[in-house]
Every structure is written in C-alpha cells, then in structure tokens.
C-alpha cells in the first residue's frame, strides 16, 4: 500500500515539486493536494479530496499571496519545454482555447463574457507539446483572459492597438513557450482562429515554423497561381485547382449536438500542394504591414463521402516547403494531432470538472485552474500511452502502481497478474466503465475512462482497507 501511495506521489512530485511558493511547507501541500487529486480525480473538489484535513490544507494554500496561476504551472511548463529541447524529433505546438465558465460564481464581479454574452468565466489559451506520434509532451504554456467590454465609441484603430484584443491570444500562446533554441524543430499547428494576417507575419517573422487552417479566402499576390489551366486570385479557388499528388486516409472526429452531428469514420482524400503569395489585407484587423507572405497551400479533400454526408475539405497554410506527396502529407499528419487538445479540452472540463469549482475569489479559483490543466495533461498523456504502438510491450506499472494493475486483473481475469501491458490496462478499465470493445467501438472516451478509472479506485481502496486490517 506504501509503494501505491508513493508511485501518485512522485509522479506529483515530478510536476509540482519545483514550485517556488515562498514556502517549502507550501510546495509540499501542493504536490500532496496534486498527487490525491490525481489518484482520485473525478468529482468536485470534496469528492477529489475527502479527507476534510486535505480539503481544508488546499483552501488555505490557495489563499495564500504567492501562490499563483503562474506559480503552480511553472513547474510543469519548464520541464515541458525541457523534453521539448531534448526531443530530436518534431515537437508540435498545438495551440487552442476553451472557455471555462464560472456564471454561477456571484462573487467573481470582474469575469469577462464567455459564449453568446450571457455567461461569464476565462478564455484559456492552451498550448499543448506533443510528437507526431500524438505522444503528450506536456502543457507548455497557459493563459487565463477576460474578454474586456468594447466601448461603442471605440474606432477601428483603437480596438487594433489595444493590448487585451482577443485575437492577440494567438501571438502571447507562441510567446509563452518562448523562442525556438538552435537545433530544435518546432512547428506551432492551431485551426481556423489563428487565421489572421497578423499571427501569420508573427510567425514568418520571428522564424516559427506553423500548419494552420485556413478561413478566410484570401486574395493571392502576383500572376503565377496557376492551377490547371487557370490564372486565379483567391487562395482557396488555386488551392482547389492544384493537381492531386496523390491520395491517402485520415481519420475524421465524431460531432455530437449542434446542426451538423456526426460519427467518427475514415475517408479517403485528394491531397494536393503550391507555393503561394498570400496579400496583405486592406482592411487589417490586427496589426500588420502591407507586404505580402511567401508560404505553401495543402488543400485536403474527400472523394466520395457517404450519401449525405458533408464531405472533409481542409485548407492548410505552412511556411515549411511542401512539394511532394510525402511532405504534404507529413503537414496533414501535423494538422490531424490538433485533435488531441480537443482530448485535453475534455479532460479538463469533463473529466476533471474545472468548472465546478467553487470560488467566490478569483486570486483562489486561478491556481486550482493551473493544478488542474496540468493534472489534465498527465492524465492525458498516460492515456495517449496507450494508443502507442509498443502499448502491447510496455508494462502498465511503469505508468500506475501495482496495486492497480492486479486489482484490475483480479477483476476481469479471475486471478492477480502483474505483468498487464499499457493497452491491456486502460481497455481493462474502459470495460469497467461500459466501453464494450467492439470492433467498431473505437478508442473509449474520456467519460468511459473516466467511469472505470473511478470504479477501478474504489476497489483498489477495499483492497488497500483489507491490507491494513492484515
């Protein structure tokens, strides 16, 4: 039972040790409050913290002056961006945000408008480090902002030079993860709100590599975008022209709600590249120059969907060349890990309930906001283990304690085994919250796991309570 608690406490330890709160005693309450939370995370924070002396000890902690959004994720951060230096491979930036409403909070006075302006909490800016192989490097940079109220009376240009614009979220998210160091291959990925001219001369001009979505079609500069036999000017109708270089299969996202829900499925699509020179706009919402961008089209599209369906059709801009098949499809394979902080998103809100914390003091609610992003994005990155191709070779203990693994073989094999793989222990917990392992099934969710990670913790403490009456 010792060696169960101290595996939550060094993987704790790992990402919250290094917090400087002014206080050693401080560091320590963190990193116990992260490793109970981690163990147990489903839940308010009574639920994740039963004991009323870890509940109380967290209260007190947040309510002390050092203890910051900042201060409670740096740690994490800086040993991210350290795995993000050692990798030789390509680190993906994957950057994107979400809102956390707290509407309910009635003493949160000075929260920004969130969704159609009814609701009230944070637009949180995250960026997420992975590898092309959908490996979870870590949370490399979060911001927390207010969206402000925009005077009626504010011109065009006094909306473009104000320092809290949203759209400016996009340049701060580069800037927290800081600058590429010499050596290393990093490529910023976000989806169609980054689309602005502004974000793309940040990029080009502070020499960041990016795959981003394309939204707006834009006018093409010159008299070369040739595509077929035609002169075009607009980016999307050249993209849309460009010869096929060839075709391959990329996996589409399930959509619940909304008008247009969907399953998850598989299609085939055309993919095709060209160098373009995209112009300034005239009308810049952000701030920008007038000179125009030398970068790559990808232009992604489904042949033959199913009957009804609408078909997959991606704009993708990059800076890095693509001229053959296989660098364009490397760019879509960059663009398709964008997916997994949609996963992160989830973690937070659905698995961990960011949201149902109950704060009536922002300086409180702030650094349980960063303990729990950077809970989510290790939990996050013990489940992408298991979608690894060596998920078979690798033991689940290297992951979770062994305690876990033979109550879980113990439960669904009728005898202890300790030698369970990674897949075999998070398929064995996702039977243990519904997930039926169908062939069409898929991958469980985030809610399934989330059922049988708690499932598989309340029996592995009516093992833990029989060892101790041994």
Known sequence: MEACQERWADLSREHFGAAKLGDARRTKRLVKSAGLMMKNPSGTLPKKLANWADLNGLYRL??????????????????????????????????????????????????????????????????LAVTPQRRVLGLAGQILHKRRKVDKK???????????RE?????????ATGPVPPGCNWVDVCDRGSDTFEFLEYEHRQGRKYVIR???????????????????????????????LGTKQVQTQARSGGRRP????????????????VAAPHFARGECSATSLDLWVVHVREIDPPAGVEPLEWMLLTNVPTETFAQACERVNWYECRWVIEDYHKAKKTGLGIESAQFEDEAKLEPVIGLLSVIAAVLLGLRQEARQPDADLTLATT????????????????????????????MGMARLGGHLGRKGDGFPGWLTLWRGWECLHHMVAGAQAMLMRE
């Open 62 to 127: 947040v309510g002390c002056e050092q203890v910051t959004h900042a201060a409670v994720i740096e740690p994490h951060i800086c040993r991210t961006r350290e795995m993000m230096r050692q990798t030789q491979e390509v680190v993906l930036l994957v950057q994107d945000a979400t809102e956390l409403d707290y509407t309910t909070r009635t003493g949160l006075k000075d929260l920004g408008q969130i969704g159609t302006g009814h609701a009230r909490g944070y637009i949180c800016q995250n960026v």
């Open 154 to 164: 504010e011109t065009p240009l006094q909306k473009r030079e104000h320092p809290d």
């Open 167 to 175: 759209s400016r979220l996009w340049l701060k998210g580069c800037e």
């Open 214 to 244: 394309s939204a707006r079609d834009r006018n093409v500069d010159g008299e070369d975008h040739v595509g077929g036999d035609r002169i075009h000017q607009t980016l999307h109708a050249y993209a849309r022209d460009l010869a096929t």
């Open 262 to 277: 969907a399953k998850a499925r598989m299609a085939t699509v055309r993919v095709a590249a060209g160098p373009v020179s």
């Open 399 to 426: 992951m979770v304690p062994l305690l876990y693994v033979q109550v879980l073989s113990g439960r669904l094999y009728k005898r202890v085994r300790s030698d369970l793989s990674v897949r075999e222990f998070f």
